[in-house]
């Protein structure tokens, strides 16, 4: 059984920094897509950044120039740095994953359990 877990989340007052990481654990025999969303308050999940398998990146428009995904292969971790961290990023980010557990298997989407990023004064 494979199982993505956030860390990182907490408080910080606007205009901080915050590092999220998710590691990917269990059966894995491969990793396609990596990525963050973001889910606010009466608001629906949305994609903050996704990174391929190649390193290739895409990013919301709100968090360009300030937040920068990245990945570790060797150990199937995703990492989220946030920079310049405003008011308005305030939400639960959700670690996803295109993950296939052996070469017999295809890729299934994986999702974390959520860390609540507070940015608050």
């Known amino acids: 059984q494979v199982q993505l877990v956030e860390s990182g989340g907490g408080l910080v007052q606007p205009g901080g920094s915050l590092r999220l990481s998710c590691a990917a654990s269990g059966s894995i025999f491969s990793i396609n897509a990596m990525g963050w969303y973001r889910q606010a308050p009466g608001k629906q999940r949305e994609l903050v950044a996704a990174?391929?398998?190649?390193?290739?990146?895409n990013y919301a428009d709100s968090v360009k120039g300030r937040f920068t995904i990245s990945r570790d292969n060797a150990k199937n971790t995703v990492y989220l740095q946030m920079n310049s961290l405003k008011p308005e990023d305030t939400a639960v980010y959700y670690c996803?994953?295109?993950?296939?557990?052996?070469?017999?298997?295809?890729?299934?989407?994986?999702w974390g359990q959520g860390t609540l990023v507070t940015v608050s004064s």
């Open positions: 990174i391929t398998s190649g390193g290739s990146t």
């Open positions: 996803n994953a295109d993950i296939r557990a052996t070469m017999a298997h295809r890729y299934l989407e994986v």
